[in-house]
């Protein structure tokens, strides 16, 4: 796995926990695997990319005259 073993994975494990504390690492990784999740959802989407500058399907700019 990538030239990690077994030790080194607990080094990490152990470094992480001591760091962030035993009761935010669920919620860290609750935050990277939606993180992970939303970006691989985004790389298989259609590749639409509006630049006219309007928000909505109506017409109408989000922007204000100056």
Do not use: C, W
């Amino acid at each position: 796995m990538y030239g990690i073993g077994m030790q080194e994975l607990l080094v990490l494990l152990l470094v992480a926990v001591v760091v962030f504390g035993s009761k935010k690492l669920p919620e860290i990784g609750r935050s990277l695997g939606k993180a992970i999740s939303n970006f691989k959802r985004a790389g298989s989407e259609a590749d639409e990319i509006n630049i006219s500058g309007n928000t909505d399907e109506t017409g109408k700019s989000d922007r204000h005259p100056h």
